[in-house]
């Protein structure tokens, strides 16, 4: 039984910091691959960021330098800071499974396909 459950999110003003937490249980949580996405109403899924099993990260140019993906293996919890916030980030974050960590590696976490996902945590930045 596959379980994702995100916490963290609020609303910060421009510059604020946030860190989102994401408990997780039925996955391959030292072995796999896993990230955020997020996303807005009316938009498409957006992938921020990607950690696999060796510790190799991955982010998007929109957050590269503001956020950090880090996950602890013995509580099983995967952790996302954001620091420097802007209105642009508020929307709803997921974490999930990456599929496809190898095609993560060579062309990005735009390439990201994700399976298994929480229910959301909103962050409002304004």
């Known amino acids: 039984h596959v379980q994702l459950v995100e916490s963290g999110g609020g609303s910060v003003q421009p510059g604020g910091s946030l860190r989102l937490t994401c408990a997780a249980a039925?996955?391959?949580?030292?072995?796999?691959?896993l990230g955020w996405y997020r996303q807005a109403p009316g938009k498409e899924r957006e992938g921020v960021a990607a950690v696999d099993s060796d510790g190799t990260t991955a982010y998007a140019d929109a957050v590269k330098g503001r956020f950090t993906i880090s996950k602890d293996n013995a509580k099983r919890i995967l952790y996302l800071q954001m620091n420097n916030l802007k209105p642009e980030d508020s929307c709803m974050y997921y974490c999930?499974?990456?599929?496809?960590?190898?095609?993560?590696?060579?062309?990005?976490?735009?390439?990201?396909?994700?399976?298994?996902w929480g229910q959301g945590t909103q962050v409002t930045v304004s």
């Open positions: 999930a499974v990456v599929k496809n960590p190898t095609k993560v590696r060579a062309a990005g976490i735009g390439s990201a396909d994700f399976g298994y």
């Open positions: 039925g996955i391959p949580f030292t072995t796999g691959c």
